[in-house]
T-cell receptor, first 109, second 112 residues
Framework: SQQGEEDPQALSIQEGENATMNCSYKTSINNLQWYRQNSGRGLVHLILIRSNEREKHSGRLRVTLDTSKKSSSLLITASRAADTASYFCATDPGNQFYFGTGTSLTVIP | EAQVTQNPRYLITVTGKKLTVTCSQNMNHEYMSWYRQDPGLGLRQIYYSMNVEVTDKGDVPEGYKVSRKEKRNFPLILESPSPNQTSLYFC???????????FGPGTRLTVL
């Protein structure tokens, strides 16, 4: 499988702390995307970073991409209880999409 | 409102009884896709469509069929469902391949 993997599988932090999750993938990519999923619901797109970009910001989100290591990280700053969700990275080699297995984030109020 | 809709949202059926899960988007998106989500396995792509009349297999196409006769609709067909197809299914669409995907609310399927 060309599926990516997120690390850690689960993360629990206090409100106000920063949360960092990592994604590793196996093949060359065009773009890497991060999505959020609230329990059993449809995924929501957070941010897209192109293969020629190294870092991207969107509000409290910061994404980095290291194509030489085939890895990406998602940083959520000043976390809130509403950030509690699962986070997935997705890569797009060829015409397909490959999602990782996700990081489950719990933010404790 | 821009959205992807799926029906039904919940379905319990028996082995071998053909079923169709509908997916429709109102954003004039070219790329549409079906995924299944299973615990510990993340989302796996079943089939995708680059545009009308163009469909292709994803990672786990066995036991599924799709069609794309109109741009807005992309139904998923299970000709003879089996218990290992019990899963949470998501339809998604994007303007084109590689762009942000919009997901439907999901269809929880149980095959007895």
């Amino acid at each position: 499988s060309q599926q990516g993997e997120e690390d850690p599988q689960a993360l629990s932090i206090q409100e106000g702390e920063n949360a960092t999750m990592n994604c590793s993938y196996k093949t060359s990519i065009n773009n890497l995307q991060w999505y959020r999923q609230n329990s059993g619901r449809g995924l929501v797109h957070l941010i897209l970073i192109r293969s020629n970009e190294r870092e991207k910001h969107s509000g409290r989100l910061r994404v980095t991409l290291d194509t030489s290591k085939k890895s990406s990280s998602l940083l959520i700053t000043a976390s809130r209880a509403a950030d509690t969700a699962s986070y997935f990275c997705a890569t797009d080699p060829g015409n397909q999409f490959y999602f990782g297995t996700g990081t489950s984030l719990t933010v404790i109020p | 409102e821009a959205q992807v809709t799926q029906n039904p949202r919940y379905l319990i059926t028996v082995t071998g009884k053909k079923l169709t899960v509908t997916c429709s988007q109102n954003m004039n998106h070219e790329y549409m896709s079906w995924y299944r989500q299973d615990p510990g396995l993340g989302l796996r792509q079943i089939y995708y469509s680059m545009n009308v009349e163009v469909t292709d297999k994803g990672d786990v196409p066995e036991g599924y069929k799709v069609s794309r006769k109109e741009k807005r609709n992309f139904p998923l067909i299970l000709e003879s469902p089996s218990p290992n197809q019990t899963s949470l299914y998501f339809c998604a669409s994007s303007l084109s391949w590689g762009r942000e995907q919009f997901f439907g609310p999901g269809t929880r399927l149980t095959v007895l």
